[in-house]
C-alpha cells in the first residue's frame, strides 16, 4: 500500500498500489443498495430471537427471554445487514451469520437485504467507524439517552464508496486482522476461564471451609477460619463525595471506570488541581499495594491492587482496603475480593434505584475465610503469575485493536458523510 498526499477528502490516505490513480471515491445513497426485509415471522411468545451486541461485536441468538404473543417477529435471512434502532450510536451493527438464518427479530432490529455494487463486510466496516455513526446523533429522534435512527433516516444517508474491486480489497485486509483479533480474544477468554476454574478450586465454596484444591504441604492444614472483612482490614474508606471544581491539574483523579479488569486503568485518567487533591486525599489517603473496589453503578465489584507509587485522589464511587500485613497478604485480600463468594456477595449487597451501591458498612460485615498466612501467600503466588499473562494477552490484543482502529482512519476519506 502507498500514501497518497492529497487535498481532495474523498481520497484515503492510504491505498492500495493498483487503486492510487483511480480518482475519488464516489457519493452514494444507502437505499442504492440496502432494501429493508419485512417477512414476517411468529409472535414474541414463540420466535426464535437474535440480537445485536453493542461495539461491533456481532449478531447472536437471544437467550432466556420469552416475549409478548402481541409483538411481531419478522424472519432474517444469513447475510443481510441488521442494526439496532436505540443502539446504533453504541455501534451495533453486524451481518447475520449463516447459523442464525431465520431467526427473528422486531423492527427496533431492522434488516436489510444487500444488493450489488456494494461488499457486506465493506459496508460493515464503514458504518463501524465512530465517524459514520456519531454523524447521525445530531439528527436521531429521541432524548440524549435514547435516540432512535429509523431505517428510511439510515437508508437516506449518503456514504463514499470506491470501485467493487477495492471495497473487496479493504474488506479482505480488515477481515485479515479481524481474524487476528478473533484468535487473540479467544486466547485472553481461555486465559481468563482458566483462572476462574483455578480460583474456584483455590478458595472455599459456599457453606465448606477448604477449598477443593489444596497444595501438598498444606493437605491436613486446619479449615480456613471465618473472619469479617473489618477483621483483617486496618482501613476501608473511599473517596470523595463531590465532584472536584478543577478539571486540569497535575495530580490523578480516579473513578470506577479507571478500575477494570484487575488493573488501575489511566487511558481515560482525568486531573485535578493541586488544592482539591491535597483536600480529598487528606480524607483518603490511598498507598500502594491497596485494594481498590467499585462500589456504586454497573461496575460494581470490579477490584484492582493499587501498583502506583503515586498519589492520586478518588471519588466516592471506588472503595480503598488495606489489609493487616499480620494477618492477611496483600495479594490474597484482592484475590479473596476477586473470588466467585465474595462477589456472590457484594452482588446480593447492592441497593439502589436509580445509582446502584454498596456501602463501606457492608463491605466491612463480609464474612470472609481465611487460612494461615503461609497458605494465603502460596495462593496468591500461584495466580500472580497467571494474571501477569493475561495482562500479557490483553496488551497483546490491544495492540492489534489500535492498528487495526489506527488502518481504518487511513483507509477510509476523512470526508464527513452527509444527509440528503
Request: glycine share 6%; hydrophobic share 35%; charged share 25%.
Amino acid at each position: 500500500m502507498t500514501q497518497k498526499k492529497t487535498t481532495h477528502h474523498n481520497i484515503p490516505k492510504l491505498r492500495f498500489p493498483e487503486f492510487r490513480y483511480m480518482g475519488g471515491w464516489d457519493g452514494k445513497k444507502i437505499n442504492e443498495f440496502l432494501t429493508e426485509s419485512r417477512i414476517k415471522g411468529s409472535k414474541g411468545d414463540i420466535a426464535k430471537k437474535i440480537t445485536v451486541k453493542l461495539w461491533g461485536k456481532g449478531v447472536f441468538k437471544k437467550e432466556g427471554l420469552k416475549g409478548s404473543v402481541n409483538t411481531q417477529y419478522y424472519r432474517r435471512k444469513k447475510g443481510q445487514f441488521i442494526y439496532s434502532k436505540l443502539d446504533f450510536l453504541n455501534q451495533a451493527f453486524g451481518l447475520i451469520p449463516a447459523h442464525l438464518d431465520n431467526y427473528e427479530s422486531t423492527v427496533d432490529l431492522p434488516c436489510f437485504d444487500i444488493r450489488d455494487g456494494i461488499d457486506p463486510t465493506f459496508l460493515l466496516e464503514y458504518v463501524q467507524r465512530k465517524r459514520f455513526y456519531k454523524k447521525l446523533g445530531d439528527i436521531a429522534d429521541g432524548s440524549r439517552k435514547a435516540k432512535r435512527i429509523h431505517a428510511d433516516t439510515f437508508l437516506n444517508f449518503s456514504i463514499f464508496l470506491p470501485s467493487l474491486i477495492e471495497q473487496r480489497k479493504i474488506a479482505d485486509c480488515l477481515s485479515s486482522i479481524d481474524e487476528l483479533i478473533s484468535i487473540q480474544t479467544q486466547k485472553l477468554d481461555t486465559l481468563k476461564a482458566y483462572k476462574k476454574g483455578l480460583m474456584q478450586q483455590l478458595f472455599p465454596a459456599e457453606g465448606e471451609t477448604v477449598p477443593k484444591l489444596r497444595f501438598p504441604e498444606f493437605k491436613n492444614a486446619e479449615a480456613w477460619e471465618e473472619k469479617k472483612m473489618a477483621d483483617v482490614c486496618i482501613k476501608i474508606m473511599d473517596g470523595t463525595h463531590f465532584s472536584p471544581k478543577s478539571k486540569i491539574g497535575s495530580h490523578l483523579y480516579l473513578t470506577s471506570k479507571n478500575i477494570r479488569n484487575g488493573l488501575v486503568d489511566l487511558s481515560n485518567i482525568s486531573y485535578i488541581s493541586s488544592e482539591e487533591h491535597e483536600i480529598i486525599y487528606s480524607k483518603c489517603p490511598v498507598k500502594k499495594y491497596d485494594v481498590l473496589l467499585t462500589k456504586d453503578g454497573a461496575n460494581t465489584g470490579n477490584c484492582a491492587l493499587n501498583h502506583l507509587d503515586i498519589e492520586f485522589s478518588l471519588l466516592s464511587s471506588v472503595a480503598v482496603l488495606r489489609g493487616n500485613p499480620l494477618l492477611i497478604d496483600k495479594n490474597f485480600l484482592y484475590y479473596l475480593i476477586d473470588s466467585e463468594k465474595i462477589q456472590r456477595l457484594i452482588i446480593n449487597s447492592v441497593s439502589g434505584q436509580a445509582i446502584t451501591r454498596i456501602t463501606l458498612k457492608k463491605i466491612a460485615a463480609y464474612s470472609i475465610s481465611l487460612p494461615t498466612n503461609k497458605e494465603q501467600k502460596k495462593i496468591a503466588d500461584c495466580l500472580v503469575p497467571l494474571d501477569e499473562l493475561i495482562y500479557a494477552q490483553a496488551q497483546k490484543l490491544e495492540t492489534l485493536k489500535l492498528h487495526k482502529k489506527g488502518l481504518m482512519q487511513q483507509l477510509f476519506p476523512s470526508t464527513d458523510e452527509v444527509n440528503g
